[in-house]
Nanobody, 128 residues
């Protein structure tokens, strides 16, 4: 089970940190990811992290502003979002994939279908 939190309303240029708490399994056995869905748009990949935390991949659109991390001792994943833009407004979802290793295929890493478990989403709204 995944529980995302930390969303809110922030002005452009501001920062937020999202958290995703996991329960019901050995957290380090799962690769994790963040996706987001803006109104009227498809859910899109944001970033992913391996089970150990040693490997990450991030969408080019947020690459130098967003950082994914995890604390396996706390069964929690994080998304630090800096220099937020109105275009970042969306519901952010955390997701888990069975197996700790990230796929060598970019397509697979970014495909919603490859993730087995989803959190309920947390709203991020960035005002201009």
């Amino acid at each position: 089970q995944l529980q995302a939190c930390g969303g809110g309303l922030v002005q452009a240029g501001g920062s937020l940190r999202l958290s995703c708490a996991a329960s019901g399994g050995t957290f380090s056995n799962y690769a994790m990811a963040w996706f987001r869905q803006a109104p009227g748009k498809e859910r899109e990949f944001v970033t992913t992290i391996s089970g150990s935390g040693s490997s990450t991949f991030t969408s080019n659109s947020v690459k130098f502003r967003f950082t994914i991390s995890r604390d396996n001792a706390k069964n929690t994943m994080y998304l630090q979002m800096n220099n937020l833009e109105p275009e970042d407004t969306a519901v952010y979802y955390c997701a888990a994939k069975s197996g700790p290793v990230l796929s060598a295929s970019k397509r697979n890493r970014e495909s919603r279908d490859k993730y087995d478990y989803w959190g309920q989403g947390t709203q991020v709204t960035v005002s201009s």
